[in-house]
T-cell receptor, first 112, second 114 residues
Framework: EAQVTQNPRYLITVTGKKLTVTCSQN?????MSWYRQDPGLGLRQIYY???????DKGDVPEGYKVSRKEKRNFPLILESPSPNQTSLYFC???????????FGPGTRLTVL | GENVEQHPSTLSVQEGDSAVIKCTYS??????FPWYKQELGKRPQLIID?????GEKKDQRIAVTLNKTAKHFSLHITETQPEDSAVYFC?????????????FGKGTHLIIQP
């Protein structure tokens, strides 16, 4: 089954404790993105990647890192999480930017 | 970068009536305009998209219109049903040419009243 998976789905952590949210797709898509969703603000792009080893900042990259060592995986790293990073995070992949984006199920992160 | 504005933020319509959600964009080079639907607790899913070489596209009860001159596009849902209740997002290429992802509008919460 073609899909995008994210783990964990829910996470409660404390300020400053490094964490990684994994994202994996099995559709051989070159393009992958990370978004955060906050009430009233819609979906905001954090980072995106056009291929292996090619990543770039989106609209809200501060406090986040990503890597793209393999085509299928695109982990999101919060090296020192803060409460303002409490949010719902979505990973997405697509064949091209101007084509359907397939979203993962989301990760709800709470930073205390 | 692209700026996408979406209106209204909340829309309540009677079941069976039509709903229209509008978005404007800033970059005249933008050439791809998708609409995503997000049901409560679920992930966003594409429902329809339009490219800049056409002015309208339909898929059953859903249609999207594009006015490139005015730089706006709209989602039209006819004969609304309870399952249409959701948050709808419009989007456009973040840099017009589509080289760096999508910029999304802030979303419209569509409520279908029985």
């Amino acid at each position: 089954e073609a899909q995008v998976t994210q783990n964990p789905r829910y996470l409660i952590t404390v300020t400053g404790k490094k964490l990684t949210v994994t994202c994996s797709q099995n559709m051989n898509h070159e393009y992958m993105s990370w978004y955060r969703q906050d009430p009233g603000l819609g979906l905001r792009q954090i980072y995106y990647s056009m291929n292996v080893e090619v990543t770039d900042k989106g609209d809200v990259p501060e406090g986040y890192k990503v890597s793209r060592k393999e085509k299928r995986n695109f982990p999101l790293i919060l090296e020192s999480p803060s409460p303002n990073q409490t949010s719902l995070y979505f990973c997405a992949s697509s064949l091209a930017w101007v084509s359907e984006q397939f979203f993962g199920p989301g990760t709800r992160l709470t930073v205390l | 970068g692209e700026n996408v504005e979406q209106h209204p933020s909340t829309l309540s319509v009677q079941e069976g009536d039509s709903a229209v959600i509008k978005c404007t964009y800033s970059d005249s080079a933008s050439n791809y305009f998708p609409w995503y639907k997000q049901e409560l607790g679920k992930r966003p899913q594409l429902i329809i998209d339009i490219r800049s070489n056409v002015g309208e596209k339909k898929d059953q009860r859903i249609a999207v219109t594009l006015n490139k001159t005015a730089k706006h596009f709209s989602l039209h849902i006819t004969e609304t049903q309870p399952e249409d209740s959701a948050v709808y997002f419009c989007a456009a290429p973040a840099s017009g040419g589509g080289a760096d992802g999508l910029t999304f509008g802030k979303g419209t919460h569509l409520i279908i009243q029985p």
